[in-house]
């Protein structure tokens, strides 16, 4: 399907050359230990309004702005409340791993130890966890480098094709990216947590209008 799709066309054709010279590595062993789906919870799972919170089910409203943001997800009751389909620790998220939307707006990347709350954080279905091996791929660098525009357009492209664009595991297969040493990723990794940690502060705090309009007439004059 994806060779009929003109939006697979239009958005590889201008990275074309870029990625067939890229001396990358496939989205794998041994930088990757694992790749899956998240997990479909039924609504009796969902926490009541001003009840407690025992978890949030992260979904792509959730992760579809590069920052966690809790009014994106569904709240959870407390995991003793619940029977959860699969063992609550083999279905939260951990520290190693990276979520990535599968439809919606496909392809867009959140390193879970980006998170800054306590509560337990459960992917949906809607997300595809990709669990590195953290010896040798930074979580963090593996966002950063899906978020490039590059990897951003490249994963669009190959959520094409289908009547509703979604994106695969398959898909997941097909991207490749450059691998250099840890400590390498590591600072990619520090200025990326910074960026990310600049994009929460301006969704998070509202500036006074008047303030701002004021601020950008003065940079402008």
């Given amino acids: 399907e994806l060779r009929i799709d003109p939006h697979y066309f239009l ?35 969902y926490a009541q309004p001003g009840g407690e919170l025992g978890g949030l089910y992260v979904s792509v409203g959730g992760i579809s702005k590069y920052v966690l943001l809790e009014s994106g997800c569904t709240r959870l009751k407390s995991i003793d409340d619940h029977d959860f389909p699969e063992p609550f620790e083999d279905i939260r998220c951990l520290e190693s ?12 990347p959140w390193a879970v130890d980006l998170a800054d709350i306590e509560v337990p954080l ?51 297969s097909q991207v490749s ?25 301006s969704i998070t705090e509202q500036p006074d209008v008047r303030l701002l309009c004021d601020s950008i007439l003065r940079s402008k004059s």
């Fill in 11 to 45: 958005l590889r054709k201008p990275i074309e050359d870029l990625i067939n010279s890229l001396n990358g590595e496939h989205l794998g062993p041994p930088w990757i230990e694992s790749i899956s789906n998240g997990v479909n919870l039924p609504e009796a799972a």
């Fill in 97 to 108: 791993e990276v979520l990535i939307t599968r439809s919606g707006t496909p392809g867009l």
């Fill in 122 to 172: 459960i992917p949906s279905g809607f997300v595809i966890r990709v669990r590195c091996v953290v010896e040798k791929m930074h979580p963090r660098y593996l966002a950063a480098v899906l978020a490039h525009p590059i990897w951003r357009l490249w994963l669009a492209a190959l959520a094409g094709g289908k009547r509703q664009r979604n994106l695969s595991q398959e898909h997941l």
């Fill in 177 to 201: 990216i450059p691998v250099p040493g840890v400590d390498v990723q590591r600072v990619i990794a520090e200025d990326y947590a910074t960026a990310i940690g600049e994009i929460r502060k």
